[in-house]
């Protein structure tokens, strides 16, 4: 069964940390671009971060910039969210999903696909409350 999995949200004081897993199982992510979405209760779901697969490049939502850090593993299948210096507006359930890269889209475009056509799954719920 080819799915991504989210994992390692919580509950964390403001200004704290907390690493996001996206494991992909059923297929390999080295031909994907990985995207990162959130939404919050009554809003819209928005775009956080996406990391190209062909020459791992990275997209960051202003409101993340400089507090969340994209990264893959490709050897383990799976992309990670570093999320740091975390304010109570970032509380919403995180979402991976992915899009093969053949290197020509950027990872705006990416992130457009991505919410356009992708079916999520049940994410990890991320509370920064104090």
């Known amino acids: 069964q080819v799915q991504l999995v989210e994992s390692g949200g919580g509950l964390v004081q403001p200004g704290g940390s907390l690493r996001l897993s996206c494991a992909a199982s059923?297929?390999?992510?080295?031909?994907?671009?990985i995207g990162w979405f959130r939404q919050a209760p009554g809003k819209e779901r928005e775009g956080v971060s996406c990391?190209?697969?062909?020459?791992?490049?990275?997209y960051y939502a202003d409101s993340v910039k400089g507090r969340f850090t994209i990264s893959r593993d490709n050897a383990k299948n799976t992309v990670y969210l570093q999320m740091d210096s975390l304010k109570p507006e970032d509380t919403a359930v995180y979402y991976c999903?992915?899009?093969?890269?053949?290197?020509?889209?950027?990872?705006?475009?990416?992130?457009?696909?991505?919410?356009?056509?992708?079916?999520w799954g049940q994410g990890t719920q991320v509370t920064v409350s104090s």
């Open positions: 990391i190209s697969s062909s020459d791992g490049s990275t």
């Open positions: 999903t992915g899009v093969p890269d053949s290197g020509r889209m950027t990872t705006v475009q990416a992130m457009a696909i991505m919410r356009e056509f992708s079916s």
């Open positions: 059923g297929f390999t992510l080295d031909d994907y671009a």
